[in-house]
């Protein structure tokens, strides 16, 4: 047969994206996107999604000939003559199981003997049905951020306070840097998708992906090990997809971290920023302009920001996630070191000692007054 054809139906936009990633990247030899379900042979459904269990039951009671339904859901209920692909999703448990639809696909063509009236009756996925579906697989809804391409991650913003980086591309490419700047050398990180490759030295990086897909694949849990590269640095030749490093870990931290602080940051110790971030090359979040102020000075914890702006926490915790991918925030242990000791009392009198004080005082009349005759 000819490349299968496969519908996303049930999807929010940007799960969408990192599925339209992976046709892209793998598929393109095999499966082709219809934008018309009436058109495909292969719907897959996200079933996890009200607008997915709704479009699932429609299609599987009107199932047009040499059709094969996919059902995906992190639960392993699913209707029976349908194939099922259970979340977390990878790219191989995903290829399996568009290479048996169309193993099916081709079972149905070898047993199917249709008359010429069967093969000009019209799918009953009428042009109504395929026009609201294409509206619903291409609304935008910032807040649809529960469902992805590899996982279904039921984490919604106020459930959950805290993640650990590790667990996903920000924490990785993190390690990378790390590992690359103690090496000095290049490193590639390798996962389900193309290896991603990070130059400490260069800072810069590159991914193969667009902001669209690396937006969508922000919170996907992800499996990597890290290889490092004997073969020069990763350099910036025009048109190329390699960037630079630190806007690049900018984005991601905000994308991953959705209002979340990292594991293990405490609400009540000082922050202490080293220095501003250059706002005018990274992305734009909300107050920082306010937040950055409080913490150079290294008195103000996450928490009494949070009280004395009278903003949002999980804004201090993006930009908080955001200035710890930069290396921005001194850690807890130096900021202990460097916070200064309390003034010492007079062993004596209990009292501080002034004779100090009155030296300090003299000195600086002195040399006025010196500087005064000089001139």
């Known amino acids: 047969m000819s490349k299968a054809r496969c519908a996303l139906l049930g999807m929010d936009l940007q799960t969408r994206y990192a599925y339209e990633y992976f046709f ?17 042979n292969i719907l897959l459904i996200d079933i996890d999604t009200q607008e997915g269990r709704r479009l699932a039951q429609h299609d599987l009671n009107s199932t047009p000939i040499n059709s094969v339904v996919v059902v995906i859901s992190a639960n392993r209920a699913h209707p029976e003559n349908v194939l099922f692909l259970q979340k977390p999703v990878s790219p191989s448990a995903l290829s399996a199981t568009l290479e048996h639809a169309i193993e099916r696909l081709l079972a149905q063509e070898r047993a199917s003997v249709t008359t010429i009236q069967q093969i000009a009756e019209p799918s ?58 103690a090496q000095g050398k ?7 998708l193309p290896a991603v490759k990070v130059d400490a030295s260069s800072r810069c990086a590159c991914t193969g992906m667009t902001d669209k897909v690396l937006r969508s694949i922000a919170l996907t849990r ?46 009540d110790t000082p922050v202490r920023l080293r220095h501003w971030p250059n706002l005018t090359r990274l992305l734009a979040t909300p107050h920082a302009m306010q937040i950055v102020p409080l913490w150079l000075s290294g008195q103000c914890s996450i928490d009494e920001t949070a009280r004395k702006l009278m903003i949002s926490a999980s804004d201090i915790h993006v930009f908080h996630t955001a200035c710890t ?34 030296s300090r005082i003299l000195k600086r009349i002195f040399s006025s007054r010196s500087a005064n005759e000089y001139s």
């Open 124 to 181: 009953r996925l009428g042009h109504d049905h395929s026009t609201r579906v294409a509206g619903v697989a291409l609304a935008m809804d910032d807040r649809a951020f529960n469902h992805y391409l590899f996982q279904s991650d039921n984490t919604t913003e106020g459930s959950a306070t805290t993640f650990q980086p590790d667990n996903y591309l920000f924490g990785a490419m993190m390690q990378a840097r790390r590992l690359s700047r």
């Open 222 to 267: 992800i499996r990597f090990h890290l290889v490092p590269l004997d073969h020069g640095t990763i350099t910036r030749p025009t048109g190329s997809a390699a960037e630079a490093l630190d806007p690049l870990l900018w984005r991601l931290a905000i994308w991953t971290s959705r209002g979340r602080l990292i594991e293990g940051t405490s609400g």
């Open 24 to 40: 892209r990247q793998f598929g393109e030899n095999r499966y082709l996107l219809a934008e018309d379900p009436s058109q495909a």
């Open 186 to 192: 290049p490193v590639e990180i390798r996962w389900d």
């Open 325 to 358: 991918a930069l290396e921005l925030i001194d850690s807890q242990d130096e900021q202990r070191i460097l916070k200064p000791s309390a003034p010492r009392p007079d062993l004596a009198g209990g009292q501080p000692d002034r004779r100090k004080l009155l």
